[in-house]
């Protein structure tokens, strides 16, 4: 008989299903005219156990659940196939929810996802919460936040040194010459918006002192975004001797309107940018940047989930991971 359930094999042995089930996942030892019974009506009814049924009884489903805003940009589906292949690794299952970064999807892929028993959660949004977003991640058992924060979670955290990598940008840019400088980047309610401009904002001060000076463009991190940014420094900021553009798309939509206009990097305007993701090294000149360390950050947020305990009485510390200015043709000394 194919196709036979523990229904039919608890009435062929003549006992309860819970009895069936309990034995079947190795957590109810029988007596031996009992075990005999049930594993000859297993045989005769060619009863083959569903694993995934069999893990979840014992607690458990051999899968992760992984929330990402976008899977269409060079960070974001790096950091997918990171984690992807760190869950391959240890022999997990993933299953990936893009949020298209919208509050709403956020929530109901949570919701969803901790009904379906996943073992854990790893949350990546790239915009602010007003709390609900949190009120959710902290019901939501086990859950480790990613790249930016959500205040308020009492979960474990992993992002890049956002602050460093905005002080190695802004140290270069400095140390090159450059005293007026265009920050484009994330607003302040998100760490990494804050703390890459407090960073780069010290390396400037460091260096030019009073007299350095800053302006700021803060927004998504899109091409969108870049090319408008690119068209404000055209209009209101050509005194800045050089860009900071901080993520790959801000750097490829801050290039388009450059080149469009006719200036060139670094003879006109110098450009650092930020993530090191995308093909950065390919463009003519190559584009110095601040790489993050995006493998890293997706296997180490993994084992940070799986290693974390379930109910901690306090939040753990965030975790940082290092990173690196990358120097490539982008940078010159100001003209004049």
């Not at 709390?131 to 859950?143: F, P, Q």
């Not at 260096?207 to 803060?218: F, M, N, P, T």
């Not at 060139?264 to 090294?281: A, E, K, T």
Request: with cysteine; net charge neutral; aromatic share 6%.
């Amino acid at each position: 008989m194919a196709g036979a359930g523990l229904k039919d094999v608890a009435r062929a042995a003549g006992v309860s299903v819970t009895t069936v089930s309990r034995f079947v996942n190795g957590s109810l030892d029988l007596p031996d005219r009992t075990r005999e019974q049930v594993e000859r009506a297993i045989r005769d009814l060619n009863y083959v156990p569903n694993p995934h049924a069999r893990r979840l009884s014992l607690g458990r489903s051999d899968t992760i659940g992984l929330v990402v805003p976008d899977i269409a940009t060079p960070f974001f589906s790096t950091l997918v196939a990171a984690v992807e292949a760190e869950a391959d690794r240890r022999g997990l299952a993933l299953a990936l929810y893009a949020t298209l970064n919208r509050a709403g999807r956020e929530q109901s892929y949570l919701t969803a996802i901790h009904r379906n028993h996943v073992d854990g959660i790893i949350f990546v949004t790239n915009h602010p919460d007003d709390g609900t977003l949190a009120d959710t991640i902290n019901r939501s058992g086990r859950v480790v936040v990613l790249d930016e924060d959500v205040p308020g979670t009492a979960v474990p955290k992993l992002f890049c040194d956002n602050a460093m990598g905005g002080y190695l940008a802004g140290l270069h840019l400095a140390r090159a010459g450059h005293r007026e400088v265009l920050f484009v980047g994330g607003v302040d309610a998100m760490i990494s918006g804050s703390r890459r401009f407090a960073g780069f904002a010290r390396a400037m001060a460091e260096v030019w002192g009073d007299r350095a000076r800053i302006v700021r463009l803060a927004g998504d991190y899109t091409v969108a975004f870049g090319r408008e940014a690119g068209a404000r420094y055209l209009a209101d900021a050509r005194t800045c001797t050089a860009i900071f553009a901080t993520s790959d798309e801000l750097t490829i939509g801050i290039l388009e309107v450059l080149r469009a206009s006719g200036l060139s990097v670094p003879r006109d305007v110098s450009l650092v940018g930020f993530d090191d993701v995308g093909p950065l090294h390919l463009f003519a000149p190559g584009i110095t940047a601040i790489r993050q360390p995006v493998r890293d950050l997706g296997a180490r947020a993994l084992a940070l989930l799986l290693d974390a305990p379930p109910d901690a009485a306090r939040p753990p510390p965030e975790e940082l991971l290092p990173v690196t200015l990358i120097a490539r043709d982008s940078v010159a000394p100001p003209l004049g």
